[in-house]
Nanobody
Framework: QVHLVESGGGLVQAGGSLRLSCTAS????????MAWYRQAPGKQRELVAR???????NYADSVKGRFTISRDNDRNTVYLQMDSLKPEDTAVYYC?????????????WGQGSQVTVSS
């Protein structure tokens, strides 16, 4: 079992910045990928940013140029730096880890962090 603990959410004004952190209970270098998703009220959960173990990164079009995913393998932590925040970024943000086990991809999730951007 893998535990993901998130921190760093909160309330910020439009144009401001926040950094989310996600610390895993085991080495993140062993995961196929680490990612951040978000879910706004009444909407489906959507991928925000994803980084593979080889460093390949992709972002949702809505956050390109504003958000950056990064990792610190020594700290077993992945980050989401969010700049130039907009009210439409308001959502619960979830950390995700993909682990390939015996040919089966397994997803682990953090508890979620509320991010609220005021206009």
């Amino acid at each position: 079992q893998v535990h993901l603990v998130e921190s760093g959410g909160g309330l910020v004004q439009a144009g401001g910045s926040l950094r989310l952190s996600c610390t895993a209970s085991k080495s993140i270098s062993g995961f196929n990928a680490m990612a951040w998703y978000r879910q706004a009220p009444g909407k489906q959960r959507e991928l925000v940013a994803r980084q593979t173990s080889r460093g390949v990164t992709n972002y949702a079009d809505s956050v390109k140029g504003r958000f950056t995913i990064s990792r610190d393998n020594d700290r077993n932590t992945v980050y989401l730096q969010m700049d130039s925040l907009k009210p439409e970024d308001t959502a619960v943000y979830y950390c995700n880890a993909e682990l390939l086990l015996s040919g089966v991809m397994i997803d682990f999730w953090g508890q979620g962090s509320q991010v609220t951007v005021s206009s």
